[in-house]
DNA sequence: ATAAAGGGTTGTGTATACAGAAAGCTTGCC
DNA sequence: GGCAAGCTTTCTGTATACACAACCCTTTAT
């Protein structure tokens, strides 16, 4: 017997699955869609921290019913972007610049030690190329770009390479987790040209330390880098 | 009006709540009594790597229904103690000692720069205190307690008051979801009372330099203590 | 004999019904 | 008028029904 894919007709049935992480909407589970929908909705901000996620509301602007939104709210607060309620629901979590030092802080940790595994490796072609691109990236930052996605796909494509080169499931798993919350702090704050060059300037020489195998320079590199980071990101704090 | 706790019947109803996290098995909501139960079954090698956790045979026998149950499921996913099948179902996810090196890294990462900002905290009483303990730890480990409970309960604390000097929510969660694999390995290896002793000078060292402190040596120290129990592990491999 | 097709069995994904439990509102008493 | 008790509303926690999907076993054709 053959089955066939048919679209939810709101009276019991699922989607068909497509792989956990498809791109089209029609076909990705409904837990997944409720997951992806309020994960974007919290990271870009149009659920701002301590707004209530309330179940039923939620199912039925989602389309989806209270089960999988359930299980979106549980994912949700096993990251980090939203928490339970004392008693009753689950709030988007708060983040502020209070806390970024902390964050930073973590993030330090971890990248360090990723970009000094990155230099041991020994593996120099990828980030020969990736210094030279950043070299040239002060020309991706222009106000044809507001939104800088090319720079910002160029930076991570660097983190990408190192959490490659670094070759730690678990480190690279505890960065992973740890990058949702810091796209979400960035728009806590506005960026200029100016800075995103220098920032750019940092990259290229953590690349270039990888290459050339310096650990300890590598790990130096990246410390400065994110104190420049968070003192650019606190300088240029939004309004409120 | 007022309302009674009831057990439940098996016809639909909950359980008291008790605040997430009550002992009395009877007072937890069902999806935290599933949690728990799960949880402990894999960290304490009762449900073996790779053990397919079917939904409707946990639901029967944990006597609760599969909605709890996904939700605990769910939970141990995100958490790397459970995977989802690619297919269909979850399994226990593997650990072996293959991989224990990356944990072991990314442990390094962490508690280096815990043990770092704690040293710079400047709050030498609770440390000079554990250390103190941890120079007598060696009365502890006797064969009248072949769990060691008395030693891992003086390392535990000092764990606790590390994250807590360090004073960091983010770094302290990032512990928190590590060392729930670090007990799954310990399992993995058997220990000796010499080595014991060694662990807890190595110990002692580490909580000296915090209440000294000398927070480059506080993260040498660990480096030097991480890296002889890793050795350690690898040594004292169990028979398969 | 082997491989492909078909049907059965089992298990996951989703929707929904129902039973507490918490917040808000109303009402009556002081 | 204020406060407390009860009622109402609404939400979460849990159980369960059902549809689809995957596995497995049988059957049949080459």
């Known amino acids: 017997m053959k089955w066939f ?22 076909l990705m589970r409904a837990s997944e869609k409720a997951y992806t929908t309020l994960r974007s909705d919290i990271v870009d901000w149009r659920l701002p ?23 979106a709210l549980a994912r949700l607060s096993a990251e980090g972007l ?7 629901g689950t ?3 708060g983040i502020s610049l209070d806390h970024v030092d902390e964050l930073f802080e973590l993030r330090s940790a971890l990248e360090c030690r990723a970009a000094e595994l990155a230099a041991n490796k020994r593996d120099p072609e990828v980030f020969l190329e990736l210094h030279r691109q950043l ?13 800088r996605h090319d720079y910002y796909r160029l930076a991570g494509e660097l983190d990408t390479a190192i959490d490659t080169a670094a070759g730690n ?14 796209v979400r702090v ?20 953590i690349a270039l330390a990888i290459a050339n195998g310096n650990a300890v320079v590598a790990s130096a ?7 420049n980071s968070l003192r650019r990101l606190l300088a240029g704090r939004a309004a409120p």
């Open 5 to 26: 894919y048919v679209y939810n007709d709101g009276t019991g049935g699922s989607q068909p699955p497509e792989a956990a992480g498809g791109r089209r909407e029609e």
């Open 49 to 71: 921290p301590g707004t209530v996620l309330a179940e039923v509301e939620l199912s039925a602007r989602l389309g989806v019913s209270r089960t999988p939104v359930r299980e």
């Open 82 to 88: 939203a928490e339970p309620q004392s008693g009753r």
């Open 91 to 93: 709030v988007v979590s």
């Open 135 to 147: 070299g040239d990236a002060g020309r991706l930052i222009t106000d044809a770009d507001p939104a």
């Open 169 to 182: 499931h678990y480190l690279a798993q505890a960065l992973k987790g740890l990058r949702v919350h810091l």
């Open 186 to 205: 960035r728009r806590l704050s506005k960026d200029n040209p100016a800075r995103l060059r220098d920032a750019a300037r940092e990259h290229a020489d």
């Open 221 to 227: 590199a990246t410390t400065v880098h994110l104190d």
